[in-house]
């Protein structure tokens, strides 16, 4: 331990000393220490080779989110009128100038790149960390988590040529931290091998809790163009063998072939060996491909290729997606970070690329968190801390209940306020009228001006799930997000079939005409911090957002 202080304040000065100074670099991104958790193990090789990707400044990302707005609004003439692809890259797209000065500087460097985005706005470099230091005016350490062990290439700050400053926002990976960020949910309980169906919704949730509580309708979906996409990210594999083992006790209904497909990334894998089976992937597949019957769900499997954790993971699965013609109608995800681990810039450019997709027409749903006012999952604290990227207002989070008579906040269902991202106008009212609920209560330990979330809630504890042969319960918002998803699957199968557009990014059509079509969720809350926490109220809140589907309800709001 006293080395490692030692050697991170040996190494500080050489980090920002001479290369900036002499060079006229401009400083993109510098953090005081190393990432909670890790220390350095020394410099990085020189020889070792980095695959970095560099964002170019995006032109018009206002024009994205007022065109975004448009399509999503239901008020709006251009509502369900979704941008193609290129529409939606073309906001995005860095300018001729930008782009000309950032490729040629790479040309004269001799750096070969690749463009990763429709819009030309990620580039992707393979260089060594000896002319990784010189071009980013940085020091690549190795640094190791103190408890896995895990290690990761980054360095304590970076910089750009000054003449690129106004073009170039992100290198990355550099200065976040690894593999450390958490997915959202997930608790995994114990997996007894309980065996058959449960005995009852108030100890054991299912597919036929689920369906009878929000009216969620068994008969097969019609509509094969009408996917539904799940994020898999850090090794965790979906096993089809368990899927039937789940389908077979919970969905006897269905037939036993029923399944998802795979698509992978980054070198991402599809093992179906028992054992590898990932508690996160199958609750994301079981309540998925057992919820949405009869929609094609994709399973999207994110490799590690790129030496980094999960929020390298967003970013791939993002530019994988809006590389797509025809990404599917709607994404889950059960993975989230705390806002504070994810650099300002970084935080911005995923939330933009969700906004593209958005404007494309997909529902882009995460899981709000576990840790309820603490974050992502249960931490000390003082003030409250966001979870990324439930900040982001482009994106719908999702958030946990329990019970049934009434339904009521779970309390580790993550909620409160964005730091990055300001409240949007969609959920304006609502919010005020939640700050004025609240008073004095919290004070001081949140960010009244922020983006608030979740946006909804669904059932979150005591998941029955199978993983590797056996039965057993999970709890978490992991939960919630595939269950809210196949609701939306549903409804989108049903205005595909009606020959109308797809629900596309649900927000603005979720705070107005859907409101009233989710049961709100008005008792319990979600301490840390040292406090109770949010509490859940008439109307949105903190904890439960506007509440829990009833499916005939948004049936009528969706104009069916
Ligand atoms: C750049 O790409 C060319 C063509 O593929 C290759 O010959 C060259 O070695 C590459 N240069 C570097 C620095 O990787
Ligand atoms: C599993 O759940 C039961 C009851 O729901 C609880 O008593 C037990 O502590 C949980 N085990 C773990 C490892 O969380
Ligand atoms: C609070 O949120 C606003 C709106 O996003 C932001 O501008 C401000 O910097 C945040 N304040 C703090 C202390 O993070």
Sequence with gaps: ?????????????????????????????????????????????????????????????????????????????????????????AFVAP?????????????????????????????????????????????????????????????????????????????????????????????????????????????????????????????PATQSSNQLGVSGFIDQFANQADLKTFLTALRPDLSSSTTFSVQTLDGGENSQTAQDAGTEANLDTQYTVGLATGVPTTFISVGEKNQDGDLGGFLDIMNFLLNENDPPAV?????????????????????????????????????????????????????????????????????????????????FSAGGFSNYFGTPSYQATAVSTYLKTLGNTNAGLFNASGRGYPDVSTQGVNFEIVVDGSAGTVDGTSCASPTFASVIALLNDQLVAAGKSTLGFLNPWLYSTAASALTDITSGDNPGCNTNGFPAVTGWDAVTGLGTPNFAKLQAAAGL
């Design 1 to 89: 331990m006293f080395a490692h202080t030692v050697l991170v304040a040996a190494l500080l000065p050489l980090t920002l000393a001479s290369p900036l100074a002499t060079r006229n670099m401009h400083v993109l991104a510098r953090r005081s220490g190393p990432p909670a958790g890790f220390s350095v193990a020394g410099a990085a090789s020189p020889d070792a080779v980095l695959n970095l990707r560099v964002a170019l400044t995006q032109s018009n990302p206002a024009g994205l989110e007022d065109a975004l707005y448009d399509v999503s609004t239901p008020s709006s003439a251009n509502y369900g009128n979704h941008l193609t692809k290129e529409e939606a890259a």
């Design 95 to 219: 300018t001729q100038e930008a782009t000309a000065a950032v490729t040629s500087w790479l040309n004269n460097n001799g750096v070969n790149y690749t463009t990763l985005t429709p819009a030309g706005d990620w580039l992707s470099l393979t260089v060594p960390v000896s002319q990784a230091n010189e071009l980013f005016g940085a020091q690549f350490n190795v640094y190791t988590h103190e408890t896995t062990g895990q290690q990761a290439v980054r360095t304590m700050s970076y910089a750009v040529p000054q003449t690129l400053a106004a073009h170039l926002t992100v290198v990355y990976p550099t200065t976040t931290k690894g593999k450390a960020g958490g997915k959202a949910g997930g608790k995994a309980n114990s997996t007894s091998s309980a065996s058959g169906v449960a005995a009852s919704c108030a100890n054991t949730v299912t597919p036929a809790c689920l369906q009878s509580l929000y009216g969620i309708p068994t008969t």
């Design 331 to 411: 994404l889950t995800t059960s993975y989230g970070d705390n806002e504070d681990a994810i650099p300002v810039g970084m935080a911005d450019n995923l939330c933009n690329a969700v906004a593209q997709l958005g404007a494309r027409g997909v529902s882009v749903l995460f899981a709000s968190g576990d840790g309820g006012v603490s974050g992502s999952q249960a931490a000390q604290c003082t003030d409250f801390v966001p979870t990324f990227p439930s900040g982001c207002p482009y994106l719908t989070s999702v958030g946990a209940t329990t019970g049934n008579s009434p339904e009521t906040a779970a309390s």
